[in-house]
């Protein structure tokens, strides 16, 4: 049997972030927190990671299943995923001689590569989602959501899958062609976190909405020529914190504070920073502009 490679992500940073954010032929997806695999279904279903190794006989809730008839020749592409397991655990699972069960392990699909006998690759990412079989679920497979949004809500799900410990999302191109093994511009992008720098916290801004009340945002800099520069604003905290932010603003101005963010840019500032935690182990002239 010949397999098909897995087509790969570029990560989302840079000119191309507003440009992706921005264009509405780019979907979003959640980036879960798994190992990327291909199904091959027929009598006897079997099913490869990306890096080719094949974990048939450790998934025989999946690859043993009868599918109907017509679903045979299909090839799906997705995710195992392991709820409340990170991937490495997963990976450990998977690699294990041991017979423990593995019915947990969940199949979520998100593409297909081939419908009966037909090669899919040169459709477009649009034509093959609609030609993902309808009723996966009831088959024990999950079909992974895609949404059709503008640049705000993309961000909003970020921010959502983020917040919940998750990895990120993928944005993926609706007129992009499938091409196995290569990492194309312009197809698939990933938004996650990439970065964390230290930083100290300056200042508050008031909370609105669910937030009346409290503080909404941090202010915070980082210093430079002996000067502490002001360089944005993070939020993300617990409510717990938040609270606590709220009622003692003066045991937190100064302080320093971790922050993740998708990447620094070249002015310094960080793009869509969240908070993390303070650091009571770092003194504020540590945080310094490079």
């Given at each position: 049997?010949?397999?098909?490679?897995?087509?790969n992500?570029?990560?989302?940073?840079?000119?191309?972030?507003?440009?992706?954010?921005?264009?509405?032929?780019?979907?979003?997806?959640?980036?879960?927190?798994?190992?990327?695999?291909?199904?091959?279904?027929?009598?006897s279903?079997?099913?490869?990671?990306?890096?080719?190794?094949e974990?048939?006989?450790?998934?025989?809730?999946?690859?043993?299943?009868?599918y109907p008839?017509?679903?045979?020749?299909?090839i799906?592409?997705?995710?195992?995923?392991?709820?409340?397991?990170?991937?490495?655990?997963?990976a450990?699972?998977?690699?294990?001689?041991?017979?423990?069960?593995?019915?947990?392990i969940?199949f979520?699909?998100?593409?297909?590569?081939?419908?009966?006998?037909?090669?899919?690759?040169?459709?477009?990412?649009?034509?093959?989602?609609?030609?993902?079989?309808?009723?996966?679920e009831s088959?024990?497979?999950?079909?992974?959501?895609?949404?059709?949004?503008?640049?705000?809500?993309?961000l909003n799900?970020?921010?959502?899958?983020?917040?919940?410990?998750?990895?990120?999302?993928?944005?993926?191109?609706?007129?992009?062609?499938?091409?196995?093994?290569?990492?194309?511009?312009n197809?698939?992008?990933?938004?996650?976190?990439?970065?964390?720098?230290?930083?100290?916290?300056?200042?508050?801004?008031?909370?609105?909405?669910?937030?009346?009340?409290?503080?909404?945002s941090?202010?915070?800099?980082?210093?430079?020529?002996?000067?502490?520069?002001?360089?944005?604003?993070?939020s993300?905290?617990?409510?717990?914190?938040?609270?606590?932010?709220?009622?003692?603003?003066?045991f937190?101005?100064?302080?320093?504070?971790?922050?993740?963010?998708?990447?620094?840019?070249?002015s310094?500032?960080?793009?869509?920073?969240?908070?993390?935690?303070?650091?009571?182990?770092?003194?504020?002239?540590?945080?310094?502009?490079?």
């Amino acid at each position: 049997m010949e397999l098909i490679s897995c087509m790969n992500a570029l990560t989302l940073k840079g000119k191309k972030y507003l440009q992706v954010l921005q264009d509405p032929k780019y979907i979003y997806q959640r980036k879960l927190k798994g190992m990327r695999a291909t199904l091959y279904l027929s009598e006897s279903s079997r099913i490869f990671s990306r890096g080719e190794i094949e974990y048939t006989h450790k998934l025989p809730h999946l690859c043993e299943r009868k599918y109907p008839l017509s679903w045979y020749g299909h090839i799906l592409e997705g995710e195992l995923f392991a709820p409340n397991y990170t991937d490495a655990e997963l990976a450990g699972i998977l690699h294990r001689t041991d017979n423990e069960d593995t019915s947990f392990i969940e199949f979520h699909c998100f593409d297909i590569l081939k419908k009966e006998h037909y090669i899919l690759l040169d459709w477009s990412l649009k034509a093959r989602l609609s030609a993902i079989p309808e009723n996966l679920e009831s088959w024990g497979i999950l079909k992974l959501p895609w949404y059709i949004g503008t640049e705000e809500d993309k961000l909003n799900f970020y921010e959502e899958i983020i917040s919940e410990g998750g990895e990120g999302i993928m944005l993926k191109n609706l007129e992009s062609l499938y091409s196995p093994g290569k990492r194309p511009a312009n197809n698939w992008y990933k938004l996650k976190v990439s970065e964390t720098h230290d930083v100290v916290v300056m200042a508050f801004s008031e909370g609105v909405g669910k937030f009346g009340g409290l503080i909404g945002s941090v202010e915070y800099g980082k210093w430079k020529g002996g000067k502490l520069v002001r360089m944005g604003f993070c939020s993300g905290m617990e409510d717990s914190i938040r609270r606590d932010m709220t009622l003692n603003n003066s045991f937190w101005i100064g302080k320093v504070i971790e922050v993740e963010c998708m990447e620094e840019l070249k002015s310094g500032a960080l793009r869509h920073p969240r908070f993390i935690r303070l650091r009571e182990d770092k003194k504020p002239e540590e945080c310094i502009i490079l």
